[in-house]
């Protein structure tokens, strides 16, 4: 495996958005297949851990289709919310994913906490863990993030999930403003992805 590199890829997940972002991060010699595809659908995300649920994932989809599988599991902690929604990110979002729903939940909780949030730094992370997992793989891992704070309002039609709240250190724009070439400079997905890069 060390020496071996991998040719053809599926990326596990059911999100067009975060597929459409990982295939740019992968490298082009590979052959990339999305689950998608396959119309398979998801399963249960019983793990505690980022981590744990990427595993998951990519444990399962590759039983499924026989491919090795790259599944990421991310989402967005906030300090003051006690790191929420965390592994529950998409789950703010509903049945659907519905992404509006989440952010005004966020808004909702930020707002039960403390009145004046607006008027604070809110501190939070993006956490990305990636796994790849199949056959003759031993599974490989790796985590990225990227600290920041919440925008006082949703900004910006670019990215996907909660990209439109979320300022990264050093930015004063929202990842939801940000062009796609700037955001995978600096996102917790790349971070991530160079972690693998070797074996890709």
């Known amino acids: 495996m060390k020496k071996k590199k991998i040719k053809d890829l599926l ?6 958005g975060k597929v459409r972002e990982i295939k740019q991060l992968l490298p082009k010699n590979i052959n990339v297949y999305s689950i998608i595809d396959y119309k398979v659908r998801s ?11 990427s595993y998951i994932k990519s444990k399962y989809f590759s039983k499924k289709t026989g491919k090795i599988c790259l599944a990421d599991d991310s989402g967005l902690e906030i300090d003051i919310l006690n790191k929420r929604p965390g592994i529950f990110s998409a789950r703010w979002g509903g049945k659907n994913n519905n992404f509006n729903q989440a952010i005004n939940r966020v808004f909702k909780e930020l707002n039960k ?8 730094r809110i501190k939070a992370r993006f956490i990305c863990a990636l796994t790849i997992y ?3 793989v031993k599974k490989i891992h790796a985590i990225g993030k990227i600290e920041g704070r919440i925008s006082i309002k949703k900004i ?9 709240i979320f300022i ?26 160079t972690k693998l890069k070797k074996f890709l």
């Open 11 to 16: 990326i596990g997940s059911n999100n067009a």
């Open 43 to 53: 399963p249960k995300e019983t793990g505690k851990t980022f981590l744990q649920n």
């Open 113 to 120: 906490v403390d009145k004046n949030w607006k008027k604070k």
């Open 134 to 136: 199949g056959p003759k």
């Open 156 to 164: 910006g039609k670019n990215g996907f999930g909660y990209d439109p």
């Open 168 to 193: 990264p250190n050093g930015e004063k724009i929202t990842f939801g403003q940000m062009k796609f070439k700037n955001k995978f400079k600096i996102d917790h997905r790349a971070k991530a992805f």
